[in-house]
């Protein structure tokens, strides 16, 4: 990513130079690493040299770097595996990027976290590699569904013209980050920088192949993951569900439950909906790094 001054004016202007200052310096610090998958060029980042492994994903509309304050969080305790799945179409391709990567780095054992989105990626790996996950964690994304699939909605997506596939797309994003309470003036900030990178990635990363991409592997989760997982009473690991009274996939919160054993549940206030972890940042890094650190 290139933080240029006309970059800067177009995509954040107003916002603190403080925030600003930060995310030069970690995009300065932290120079993304490429694999070369079947000839196509991954972008990744491994961060920090902790025991455990966390392992999330980025792809489709935003850039590995939109996990910035993530990784300047968990970079002092763990290593932390950013993998970015936006040249990807099918879960098997995102199952060989991803272990290609891993293989590639030595990383033999991963905690997955997935948000959203990327809580799609963490589910469809994990349901592939139980075997190498020995945690995951969940946060406000939906759980697969084979009623989403609409028939027609992927030749309908086939059809709009990107000029009005990407800013469908903005509006949505754009009313899943609406937020009912009360903030500080400091997490007011943190919320413009977040919706300035996304209005950034929008333009510079988002392209309707990678949004057809996406779609595409959203409309396979739903097909072939909606079923529960067999033997999965044998894996030991532990998973950590976060979501919040107003989120918009609170009801998919039991399907995700009856998935996936040894299962924590967490849940934000109301009037945060899909931002509830942004808005209470500290409370969340803190729950995730206990979770994944200790026992128990």
């Not at 800067?8 to 610090?29: A, H, P």
């Not at 002092?76 to 950013?82: N, P």
């Not at 139980?130 to 697969?144: H, K």
């Not at 569900?241 to 996939?249: C, H, K, M």
């Amino acid at each position: 990513m290139n933080l240029d001054a006309k970059t800067i004016r177009k995509y954040f202007d107003g916002i603190s130079d403080r925030d600003l200052q930060e995310f030069r310096d970690f995009l300065n610090d932290h120079p993304l690493k490429f694999a070369d998958y079947r000839g196509v060029s991954v972008p990744y980042y491994i961060l920090g040299e902790g025991e455990k492994t966390i392992l999330t994903f980025s792809g489709g509309h935003s850039g590995p770097w939109a996990l910035y304050s993530t990784a300047l969080e968990f970079e002092r305790e763990f290593c932390l595996a950013v993998i970015d799945l936006t040249s990807c179409d099918n879960l098997d391709g995102l199952n060989g990027r991803v272990n290609h990567v891993l293989r590639s780095e030595g990383i033999d054992r991963v905690c997955l976290m997935g948000q959203s989105l990327s809580g799609i990626f963490a589910q469809a790996y994990f349901r592939r590699n139980a075997d190498r996950v020995e945690a995951m964690v969940l946060v406000n994304t939906p759980a697969p569904k084979k009623e989403r699939n609409k028939k027609a909605a992927l030749a309908i997506f086939r059809i709009i013209p990107s000029f009005l596939l990407i800013p469908l797309l903005k509006n949505k994003l754009s009313k899943m980050g609406k937020i009912d309470v009360p903030i500080s003036a400091e997490i007011e900030e943190r919320l413009r920088f977040r919706m300035a990178l996304l209005r950034h990635d929008m333009d510079r990363v988002a392209s309707k192949k990678a949004l057809l991409g996406l779609i595409r592997m959203i409309f396979e989760f739903n097909e072939k993951d909606a079923a529960p997982m067999e033997n999965i009473d044998r894996w030991t690991g532990k998973v950590l569900i976060v979501t919040s009274e107003d989120e918009p996939y609170r009801e998919d919160v039991d399907i995700l439950m009856n998935h996936y054993p040894h299962n924590e549940l967490f849940s934000f206030p109301a009037g945060g909906g899909h931002t509830a972890p942004l808005i209470h940042r500290e409370q969340f890094q803190r729950l995730i790094r206990d979770f994944l650190l200790y026992e128990g």
